[in-house]
């Protein structure tokens, strides 16, 4: 006899939910699914992880910055790891101008320590450079996250910094870091999510 596959209903109705939530910027919607998110977290890391995206860029461009951190760390703790997401997550230490939380992610995160991976922020000077060189498959999957990997960690080598400097600071090196991918040539569509991304960190203009 044929065994009878349980149609998980709730689950699909809860992706359809989410999905149509976001793709309308809804965010405020969005974010209170997040227990329920965390409930099905097993049957979404497998079906459809990019749930979990959603729920981070939500809380981020609500400007929820900690609770962006806090999201990640429990992911984290059930061993769910995304460059997509650190993005966000680094980006939201900076508003935070927590280099130092922000550089121990780097050094406890699976993902980043590959030794494939580690080669895109080496000491060599030729980071940025190395990441423009990516393929478009590579650079879809983790670019934009080594680009911050990259800023952050110069930026934890600058003896000037401290952690509770004020934004004057961090949006200059931020404007130092766009120019510099200009100067590399970086597409437009890159450089325009970096600022984007540091504009609402920094609160430099409204989403």
Do not use: W
């Not at 320590?113 to 980071?127: F, K, L, P, W």
């Not at 498959?137 to 930026?155: A, K």
């Not at 130092?176 to 920094?202: C, H, P, Q, R, S």
């Amino acid at each position: 006899m044929n065994q009878i596959i349980k149609f998980p209903k709730e689950e699909i109705v809860l992706v359809k939910e989410i999905t149509e939530a976001f793709n309308n910027n809804n965010y405020e919607l969005v974010i209170k699914y997040k227990d329920k998110i965390l409930e099905y977290f097993d049957f979404l890391c497998l079906s459809n992880p990019e749930i979990f995206l959603y729920l981070v860029i939500s809380l981020f461009n609500l400007r929820k910055f900690q609770d962006v951190i806090l999201i990640n760390d429990e992911f984290f703790k059930r061993n769910y790891e995304s460059f997509h997401i650190y993005f966000y997550v680094f980006a939201s230490y900076l508003s935070f101008h927590d280099i130092f939380q922000a550089v121990q992610l780097i050094y406890r995160s699976k993902i980043l320590q590959d030794e494939s991976i580690r080669y895109y922020y080496s000491e060599d000077n030729t980071n940025f450079f190395n990441i423009f060189h990516l393929s478009k498959e590579l650079y879809d999957m983790c670019g934009d996250c080594l680009i911050l990997v990259n800023f952050i960690l110069e930026l934890s080598k600058e003896r000037i910094l401290i952690k509770n400097r004020d934004d004057g600071y961090f949006v200059f090196r931020y404007f130092d870091l766009l120019n510099g991918l200009y100067e590399i040539g970086y597409e437009a569509e890159i450089i325009n999510k970096i600022e984007n991304t540091f504009n609402t960190a920094f609160g430099l203009r409204e989403i």
